[in-house]
């Protein structure tokens, strides 16, 4: 490498070091100087991640964008040019916690500024009630665009897995020769090995169903809307509204606080079941699970999902007791401790392990392994392998 060369690679490691640690004016700490665009990508993150001490206190350099519409639309046209999308949303996500921007996402203006995604949704739905109308709809607007972009991602390969697990549920005994499932017929069959012959001689084939117009499963989605469990809630709504989407489901959503909220009618807009919810408050898990117990009516043929972190804020005692009963009657209950893409949650131990004690499975699950989770549901398979998988997908995120 020529002496040029070298000096570039020196520059431009020196460029890196001087953008990544930030610092005052005339660059301390590296002795390189930015212009440019550079310039104007160090401001940004500036405004945000640098800390000052200019009247001899610590304080946010960055902490007057709070104050100032116009100068927080102008930061979030930045760093959308400077940054790709998803650094945008995790800038955008630091601000509104460190430099307290709730107050500015009821304008209107700053609606339009932003970058849609799930975690602003929650933050959103958590102001639903606070919302002026005017600022409602441009919420709706950024609400709507992530819900078409987790709709474009998750409908599919939803709808996909659990059709075939409700037609391979719905098992035939006199199928035609496409539909055989010959594992099954060979393990129902194997009485009937003819030694002499090396075969099997089946009596009764097992065949894959036929798509049914019946409703072959009914599935309760019992959500906790507390301000913990923001991403989960949007996921839920979702998936509930794809769910509710498939004859051969019925599908109902409840979402609870203190209180218990039945979003099912509104399943044929997943927008509207979002600004159904009320993120924050308390958590009565006991509450919730009695309402859903009132909604089935088969229990041998009803999934119930529980999607909470477990801390519970009424009668422990009586909520393990309502799971009991469930379970005793033949209903498959599933426990998510989080439905989202982010790390490892927070959660009550004591509560997960009462329930695994019962037969019923804690974990975290990933988007992307929730259909697959249903699929094995709906087939009463074994879960111990989703969950491995469920913990292993979110492990390597």
Not at 120 to 127: E, F, I, K, Q
Not at 291 to 304: A, H, K, N, V
Request: net charge neutral.
């Amino acid at each position: 490498m020529s002496e040029e060369e070298l000096d570039a690679a020196g520059d431009e490691r020196l460029r890196r070091w001087r953008l990544a640690l930030g610092g005052a004016p005339g660059a301390e700490g590296t002795g390189y100087g930015l212009s440019g665009t550079d310039a104007a990508v160090d401001a940004a993150l500036g405004a945000l991640y640098d800390q000052g001490a200019d009247d001899g206190v610590p304080h946010q350099r960055g902490a007057g964008l709070g104050a100032s519409a116009p100068r927080v639309a102008r930061w979030l046209g930045d760093i959308r040019q400077y940054f790709p999308s998803t650094v945008v949303q995790v800038m955008q996500a630091d601000a509104i916690e460190r430099l307290n921007l709730t107050r500015l996402l009821l304008e209107p203006e700053m609606l339009d500024a932003v970058e849609p995604d799930v975690h602003l949704v929650g933050t959103l739905l958590s102001l639903n009630r606070v919302m002026p109308d005017k600022s409602k709809r441009a919420a709706r607007k950024v609400v709507a665009k992530v819900v078409a972009e987790l709709e474009r991602r998750i409908a599919q390969p939803t709808r996909t897995a659990l059709s075939g697990a409700l037609n391979r549920a719905a098992r035939i005994n006199r199928p035609r020769h496409r539909d055989i499932d010959w594992d099954r017929t060979i393990r129902a069959n194997l009485r009937h090995y003819q030694a002499e012959r090396r075969t099997i001689v089946p009596e009764r084939l097992v065949g894959y169903g036929r798509r049914a117009q019946a409703v072959q499963r009914d599935i309760v989605l019992c959500v906790d809307q507390s301000g913990s469990m923001a991403a989960s809630v949007v996921y839920s709504g979702v998936f509930a509204a794809v769910l509710a989407s498939m004859r051969s489901l019925k599908t109902s959503l409840i979402v609870f606080d203190t209180a218990v909220v039945d979003l099912t009618e509104r399943l044929s807009d997943p927008v509207d079941v979002l600004f159904g919810t009320q993120l924050g408050g308390g958590t009565d898990i006991n509450r919730a699970i009695a309402y859903g117990q009132q909604l089935i009516s088969r229990p041998r043929e009803t999934i119930f999902v529980l999607i909470s972190d477990l801390y519970e804020g009424g009668v422990r005692e009586e909520m393990l007791r309502r799971v009991a009963a469930m379970t005793a009657a033949g209903v498959q209950v599933i426990t998510l401790l989080a439905l989202s893409d982010e790390g490892a949650p927070d959660y009550d131990r004591d509560n997960a392990a009462a329930l695994a004690a019962l037969g019923v499975p804690a974990f975290a699950c990933t988007p992307d392994v929730f259909p697959e989770l249903m699929a094995a549901a709906i087939e009463r398979r074994d879960l111990r392998g989703i969950m491995e998988r469920a913990e292993a997908t979110r492990a390597a995120k």
